[in-house]
């Protein structure tokens, strides 16, 4: 699964009122109107998120910058940051013992 699908948001973004934008394709190759909206949004390295206000400004930008980014809100920009916390916690360690077993073992 790649980045742009985990990232692709189900639920409409006009009931949000705050949106989380995350670069997800590269700048080199775009359009130079498209590498100005992205400059004007914020977005200046691939995998980086801002945070904007939900306005009709904001979502004219990210309508033409698409294919570009990924748009989350809120509540799915929490979610996904809690999972890859999950993810990175650390574990107890596993102990593997290479020792064959000794006849007291066994029996």
Not at 30 to 57: D, F, I, S
Request: proline share 7%.
């Amino acid at each position: 699964m790649n980045a742009f699908k985990a990232y692709k948001a189900c639920v409409p973004i006009a009931w949000s009122p705050n949106l989380y934008i995350t670069l997800v394709r590269g700048i080199p190759g775009t359009r130079r109107l498209h590498r100005r909206t992205l400059e004007a949004l914020r977005l200046r390295k691939c995998n980086r998120t801002v945070m904007r206000w939900n306005t009709p400004t904001v979502r004219g930008m990210l309508q033409q910058v698409k294919r570009l980014v990924v748009i989350e809100t809120e509540e799915m920009y929490k979610a996904r940051k809690q999972k890859v916390e999950a993810h990175r916690a650390l574990r107890p360690p596993l102990i593997i013992n290479h020792k064959p077993p000794s006849v007291t073992d066994v029996l």
